[in-house]
Structures are given as C-alpha cells and as structure tokens.
C-alpha cells in the first residue's frame, strides 16, 4: 500500500518536473536565438560610443565563428561525460561572456568578448536539443515542437524590439546584461530538477578532429562573410580561406576514421535519414535565413515600411510556421507518421519561394503577406521534424552530435544562403541601378546595395525610383534562387525512410534498420521517474 502512494506521488510530482526543466530549456533556448538580434539594433549606439566602426562586423563574425566550430565539440562532450554539466557548463561561459561584453571598453574588447559569448552559446542550442531527447521519447516530442517554434517565432519578432527599447531606455550594455538573470534562472532550475544518468567514459577527447574542424568551419563562414563584400569571390584571400577549408575538412574525416572517440563519428552518415535530414536542415537555413534578410529590406525599401517594426513584418511567416509546426507536432505524436510533412514543406517552400520572386514595386502588403504565409507553411513542417528524425536514426550514446550536426548543417545552411543569395540580390541592384539612373545610381550603390531609410529619403526622386525597382528585381533573382534550392529538400524528403519512432509502442521501437546500415538502440532509455 505504501509503495502503492509513492508510485501516485511520483506520478503526480513528474509533470510539474518536466515542465520546470522544460521552461528552463526554452528560457535557455531564447537567449541562443534573442542574442544577435538584440544586439544588432544596439550596434549603432555601440559604434558612436566605443568607436571602431572599421571592426564592426567583426562584433557579429566573432560570435558566429566561436558558435558554428564549438557546436560539434558541446555535442560530443554531453555524449561523453554527461548532458547536464557539458550544458551548465556552456550556459556559464555564455554568461560570462555576456557580462564581459556589457562591460567591454573599446571595440578590440568586445569582439574578443564575444567570442568567449559564442563559445558558450554553440552549447545552448544543441544541450536543449539533446536533453529533449534524452527526457522524451521521439514519438512524445512532437507535443513540444510549438513550443521551440514558438520561442523562434518570439525571437525573430521581438529581437529588434526588444534590442531597440533596452538600448534607448537602459543604455547598449543592457543588451548584454539582460541575459544575465534569465540564464541565472535558467542554471538554478536545471541544477535542482534535471538529473540525468552520469556518464565517464574512458576514451580521450579528440582534440585533433576538433581542431580541424574548427578550422575547416571557421573558414568557410569567413568565406561566407567576407566573399563579395570584405574581398572579392576570386581575391586571393577568399581563394587561401576556401583551400585551407577544404584542406582542413578532408584531414577531419580522415582524423574521424583512426579516433577512438571521434568528434563527429562517421557512421551516424550510414544512417539514410540522418543524412537526408542534414541536407534538408542545411537548405531550410539557407532559405530561412536568406528570407528573414531580404523580407524586411524590400518591404522597407519598395512598400514603405517603418524599419522601427521590422520584426514585425515577418509576422504572415513566423505566425504561418508556427502553427504548422504545432500540427505537425500533434500529428506525429497521435499517429507516429512523419514522411508526408517533409514532403509538403517541400513543396510549399518551394511555391513560396516563386511567389516571393514574382514581387515587384505594385505589390500591396497583403500579397506579399500571403506569400510569406505561403513559405511559413512549409518551413513550419520542416523545421522541428529534421531534428526528431535525424534524434530518431541514432543510438541514444550518438544523441549529442546528432543533434549538434543538425544544428551545424542549419547553421552553414544559413550562412551559405546569406552570402550567395545576398551577393546575387547586390549584383543585380549595382547593375539595375547603373542601367536606370546611370552614374548617379552606381554611386549611391557602390558602398552598399542596402541603404538605410535615412539613406533612401535624401535621394533624388528618380534615383529613389530606380533604386525601390532595383530592390525589387534583386530580390525576384535572391527568392527565384532560394525556390531552386529549395526543390533539393523536397527530392530528399521523398528518400525519407518512415522509420517507427522510439517510444510509439509495441514493434515501434527501433530505429533505422540494419539494411540502412544504422546501428540499432539497444540502449535502455532512462524514464522520467530516473531523469527528472
């Protein structure tokens, strides 16, 4: 009888638990997301302070080169010494970081203090997606995928908002010190709920693998960064970046075949979906990313919209994901069938994509609302779902660096699709601008292909004209090229094995078959009851 009661009180006690870590994890979550956005609106403000403007692009490139080659290295150490300090861990070295940055004295502080902030923050993204894994099984988890799009959705639109109120009210260094006391909250929930199995094992880290491909990662987001705006595509700095990228790259796969504990070990690839969903993550960031930069620019530029509530506009397309991604969730938990969202987010991606290309300067808000919606939709089914099959094609021993070169893959995708889409959408804005207003308008565009709207409303009326129809056409070519891309996710999807997902009951409980060439989860699971 008395066991009877504990079992009720156990049972009764486990929810609220879940959900305490849970709400820690999104709070964790929001900071990874919030952080640039925040402080790109503050960058003006911090510039006219501390000076530097020729370094101010390295404030952003610092923190997403120290975020991109730690996130394979977080995952990996989760998997060997245990979840929850590898993700305290990287919570404090984002806090610090944060901290160090809000009290940052000149330019050449803040760009080293953002790289130790980025550091920490490659392990945010990739500790909560792990630690979902480990908490809930993957046929449980689509519950909780509206949730992460909700947070993404909040990010997206609040950034700004937020950024510009801290910084105007509060001063810049706010924009640092505000992560101070939610990610405070964050470690004080996760410290006293979340206890998961200890791990140790004896195998020694991979310091070369890590390196490489740090270094191989490094240099293909100066490459992206730097190509057609820092130096020319053919300069020979790019050419160096690209060689010692590729170099590097092709000694990381060799270094993974000797490693004992390899950082990113190979045959997490044998699995056919884990492979097919680090494409489709990869295009989905080239795509999202692309579209959250060029959105808010042709609707500032051509129809007239406040900069002020930029995050505001991208509301048809965030909202549109959102709820997606929330159906999507509750579908795949109540029927454990998953192979038809990736498909139809392909195909809407791509419609999309076309429709957005097809904007010039009539188009009303509301048009180009619904096509945003359009794209919303298909992101929505796509951009949960990758994770939870790509968690679901491993052995729960590989859940970190699943879920870290998932992470990784979107995040090249990303900064892949800002570079090409953006050095098309300036090439053909230089060029339209030479064509309609001759010199005038190769002058006004040979600094930046993206004026300000400061910048806009000093302009000649022609030049102004001119200008919103170059914008225009720059981004039918940067959209028209995303709809291409995009039909490489839709061509994957339809590969997609439907495996069962873990967790979905009897014979559902293997992951990819042996004939794929995945190793089975032979592992037990750790319940709720042991984990939280």
């Not at 495996?499 to 078959?513: H, I, K, N, Q, S």
Request: aromatic letters at 8%.
């Amino acid at each position: 009888m008395a066991d009877n009661k504990e079992a009720v009180i156990e049972t009764e006690k486990q929810p609220r638990s879940v959900r305490v870590v849970l709400l820690a994890l999104m709070i964790t979550m929001m900071l990874a997301m919030l952080d640039n956005m925040i402080v790109g609106t503050a960058m003006p403000t911090i510039v006219g302070e501390l000076g530097g403007l020729q370094h101010l692009s390295w404030v952003v490139t610092a923190y997403t080169l120290a975020t991109a080659a730690s996130t394979p290295i977080w995952g990996k150490l989760g998997d060997m010494y245990g979840r929850k300090g590898a993700f305290m861990t990287s919570i404090v070295i984002f806090l610090v970081g944060s901290a160090l940055s809000g009290m940052a004295q000149d330019m050449g502080q803040l760009i080293g203090f953002r790289a130790v902030q980025g550091l920490g923050a490659g392990g945010l993204m990739v500790g909560v997606m792990a630690i979902i894994g480990d908490l809930i099984p993957p046929r449980e988890r689509g519950k909780y995928q509206g949730m992460m799009a909700g947070i993404m959705a909040l990010a997206m639109i609040g950034g700004p908002l937020i950024g510009g109120t801290i910084t105007d009210h509060w001063g810049w260094r706010w924009s640092f010190y505000i992560n101070l006391p939610l990610g405070i909250v964050a470690l004080i929930a996760i410290s006293a709920v979340l206890h998961l199995p200890k791990k140790r094992v004896q195998a020694k880290i991979d310091y070369l693998g890590a390196g490489l491909l740090a270094l191989g990662i490094s240099s293909i987001v100066l490459v992206t960064t730097w190509g057609g705006s820092e130096y020319a595509w053919g300069s020979a700095r790019i050419m160096e970046l690209i060689g010692i990228g590729v170099a590097a790259l092709v000694g990381f796969v060799f270094v993974q075949t000797k490693a004992a504990a390899p950082i990113m070990p190979l045959h997490i690839f044998r699995s056919r979906n884990f492979t097919l969903m680090s494409i489709i993550g990869f295009i989905t960031g080239f795509v999202m990313f692309g579209a959250t930069l060029f959105l808010p620019l042709y609707q500032q530029s051509v129809q007239g919209a406040s900069a002020t509530n930029s995050g505001l506009l991208l509301l048809p397309m965030l909202g549109a994901m959102l709820v997606t991604s929330m159906v999507a969730g509750r579908v795949t938990t109540g029927t454990g069938r998953y192979k038809a969202f990736p498909i139809v987010g392909g195909v809407l991606m791509a419609v999309g994509l076309f429709l957005l290309s097809q904007m010039d300067t009539g188009t009303t808000r509301f048009t180009s609302g619904l096509y945003m919606a359009v794209l919303g939709l298909g992101m929505g089914c796509l951009m949960q779902i990758t994770m939870l099959v790509a968690q679901n094609s491993v052995e729960m021993k590989d859940m970190g660096v699943a879920s870290s070169s998932t992470t990784l893959f979107r995040t090249l995708g990303s900064s892949f699709g800002v570079a090409i889409m953006g050095a098309l959408f300036n090439q053909r804005v230089q060029d339209v601008m030479t064509e309609r207003a001759g010199a005038l308008g190769s002058k006004v565009t040979e600094q930046s292909a993206q004026l300000d709207a400061a910048s806009l409303a000093k302009l000649p009326a022609a030049a102004r004209e001119a200008y919103q129809y170059a914008v225009s056409s720059g981004t039918h070519s940067a959209f028209l090229l995303g709809a291409v891309v995009s039909l490489g996710a839709l061509v994957a999807a339809v590969f997609v094995k439907e495996v069962p997902l873990r967790g979905a009951g009897a014979g559902a409980t293997e992951p990819e078959g042996s004939a794929e060439g995945a190793v089975s989860d032979s592992a037990p699971k750790p319940t709720l009851a042991e984990t939280v």
